[in-house]
């Protein structure tokens, strides 16, 4: 697993806490790997502790399951953020962009 896992997370939940002010929700919503989800909960309880937002609710979905979750809609019934354990398939792409999810940011 590479050491650039956590920050890259990090990254990641400074970005969706940007947004997170445009929303109902009064936290980040992630959703994805059973493998990334050890290092995903290390760094949102840090995330937690160390900014004024709440510590960011994180799900072991699987990686297929949470493009599905993220794909599904945008707004607060879904979640802010997807971690996998892969690359993001073109399907499923395609599935976020047939629910208005455009914005896709990719880190490899």
């Not at 940007?18 to 949102?44: C, E, M």
């Not at 799900?59 to 297929?64: D, K, P, R, V």
């Not at 945008?74 to 455009?102: F, H, L, W």
């Amino acid at each position: 697993m590479s050491k650039k896992l956590p920050a890259l997370l990090a990254i990641l939940l400074f970005v969706a806490s940007q947004a997170h002010a445009q929303t109902v929700r009064d936290y980040i919503s992630i959703v994805g790997s059973s493998t990334v989800y050890p290092f995903a909960t290390v760094v949102a309880e840090t995330f937690g502790k160390t900014t004024q937002f709440k510590t960011p609710k994180i799900e072991s979905t699987g990686s297929g399951g949470g493009f599905k979750l993220f794909c599904d809609g945008i707004g607060v019934k879904y979640p802010d953020i997807t971690d996998s354990s892969r690359a993001i398939k073109q399907s499923e792409i395609n599935m976020c962009r047939k629910n208005g999810v455009d914005d896709i940011i990719e880190i490899k």
